[in-house]
């Protein structure tokens, strides 16, 4: 039975902060080099949260710009989901603390925690509230400052991870309304939540002068098994959603992935034979902000007019879990 209502994305903003952490800076932490990273993850510069700042309000600065950008107020507003692994706390939800600053209450606020599959998670939440009519609109944000749980040590993760937030409203879509979501695909593979992982700090392994003193506190990742699991996983969400559709990759108008590495990116791409030019990137200029990568490259090609209303986007991620998922909506 179709859904009562269709859904759509009617707001974007991202906010990321102000300072900026280049491979040259990183050259003088680590043994590492400008070109070591470049070849391997196309990065160049990421942004890095200030110690006042934590995520709420990095989330708070690109969902005021969402907000105005749908032409909505806050009190418009019926739910809030947020897709973090780095949160102010660890309870409550930062969707709460996020409903405080906007003055607003009494209606659901929650964190997904799908590492950086969270936004992918949450807007597919999002989507089944508004086409069952249970809401109006409902502000989605991936937001992440990884910065703080990063092992500035370890040279292979420490110069991966940025920090910044995406924002969205997805509303309840006129009938005669060409943006609207299509479809959307999520799961996980639980067998390998080993992979990406942080150790300590939960009921597994509380908190320790050991804990902390063995960085167990930071991101631990398998790079080169996560690599091959999550081209593959992104590969089987997009498969799916466009044969269940009846396209094939000539009618998509633009793939954002999420922005890990560019190699991954361009083995997804050539995988799905799309051609590079629909492949949006911006990698060089945030790093990978996990669940944050997404919404800031869509709000991004939206605001630069690369993205135009009607055109078919497919978005897809990977993350802790390990989770995967993908969307398809016309802009």
């Given at each position: 039975?179709?859904?009562?209502?269709?859904?759509?994305?009617s707001g974007?903003?991202?906010?990321?902060?102000?300072?900026?952490l280049n491979n040259?800076?990183?050259?003088?932490?680590?043994?590492t080099?400008d070109?070591?990273?470049?070849t391997?993850t196309?990065?160049?510069?990421?942004h890095?949260?200030?110690?006042?700042?934590a995520?709420?309000?990095?989330?708070?600065n690109a969902?005021?710009?969402a907000?105005?950008n749908?032409n909505?107020?806050?009190?418009?507003?019926?739910?809030?989901i947020?897709?973090?692994i780095?949160?102010?706390?660890?309870?409550?939800?930062t969707?709460c603390i996020?409903?405080s600053?906007?003055?607003?209450?009494?209606?659901?606020?929650?964190?997904?925690s799908?590492?950086?599959?969270?936004?992918?998670?949450a807007?597919?939440?999002?989507?089944?509230?508004?086409e069952?009519?249970a809401?109006e609109?409902i502000?989605?944000i991936g937001?992440?400052?990884?910065?703080k749980i990063?092992n500035?040590?370890?040279r292979?993760?420490?110069v991966l991870f940025?920090d910044g937030?995406?924002a969205?409203?997805?509303s309840?879509?006129?009938?005669?309304?060409?943006?609207r979501?299509i479809?959307?695909?999520?799961?996980a593979?639980g067998?390998s939540?080993?992979?990406?992982i942080?150790?300590?700090?939960?009921?597994?392994?509380?908190?320790?002068?050991?804990s902390?003193k063995?960085?167990l506190?930071?991101?631990?990742?398998?790079?080169?098994?996560i690599?091959?699991?999550?081209?593959?996983?992104?590969y089987?969400?997009?498969?799916?959603?466009?044969k269940?559709?009846?396209?094939?990759?000539?009618?998509?108008?633009?793939?954002?992935?999420?922005?890990?590495?560019?190699?991954?990116?361009?083995s997804?791409g050539k995988?799905?034979?799309?051609?590079?030019?629909?492949v949006i990137?911006?990698?060089?200029k945030?790093g990978n902000?996990?669940a944050?990568t997404?919404p800031?490259?869509?709000?991004?090609?939206?605001r630069?007019?690369k993205?135009?209303?009607?055109?078919l986007v497919?978005m897809?991620?990977?993350?802790?879990g390990?989770?995967s998922?993908?969307?398809?909506?016309?802009?």
């Amino acid at each position: 039975m179709a859904a009562p209502y269709n859904a759509k994305i009617s707001g974007t903003g991202m906010y990321v902060p102000d300072k900026i952490l280049n491979n040259f800076d990183l050259e003088k932490i680590v043994d590492t080099s400008d070109e070591w990273i470049r070849t391997r993850t196309g990065m160049f510069e990421r942004h890095i949260a200030s110690e006042n700042e934590a995520a709420s309000d990095l989330a708070y600065n690109a969902a005021v710009l969402a907000l105005e950008n749908a032409n909505l107020k806050a009190k418009n507003i019926d739910m809030i989901i947020v897709g973090s692994i780095s949160g102010d706390h660890p309870f409550p939800s930062t969707a709460c603390i996020l409903q405080s600053k906007f003055g607003i209450k009494n209606f659901p606020a929650f964190d997904i925690s799908a590492g950086c599959t969270g936004w992918i998670y949450a807007a597919n939440i999002a989507k089944q509230y508004i086409e069952n009519g249970a809401a109006e609109n409902i502000l989605v944000i991936g937001v992440e400052i990884l910065s703080k749980i990063t092992n500035w040590k370890d040279r292979n993760t420490c110069v991966l991870f940025g920090d910044g937030a995406g924002a969205t409203i997805i509303s309840r879509a006129d009938y005669s309304d060409i943006s609207r979501f299509i479809d959307a695909e999520i799961s996980a593979d639980g067998s390998s939540y080993d992979l990406l992982i942080q150790e300590a700090g939960g009921s597994r392994m509380p908190a320790s002068r050991q804990s902390v003193k063995d960085n167990l506190h930071t991101v631990y990742m398998e790079g080169n098994k996560i690599f091959k699991l999550a081209v593959r996983s992104m590969y089987s969400a997009c498969d799916t959603v466009l044969k269940r559709n009846h396209l094939d990759a000539k009618s998509i108008d633009w793939l954002i992935t999420h922005q890990a590495n560019l190699r991954i990116i361009e083995s997804l791409g050539k995988k799905l034979h799309i051609d590079e030019n629909k492949v949006i990137v911006n990698i060089e200029k945030y790093g990978n902000t996990s669940a944050a990568t997404i919404p800031i490259a869509l709000d991004e090609a939206l605001r630069n007019g690369k993205i135009r209303r009607g055109d078919l986007v497919l978005m897809a991620s990977f993350g802790a879990g390990l989770t995967s998922g993908s969307l398809l909506i016309r802009a």
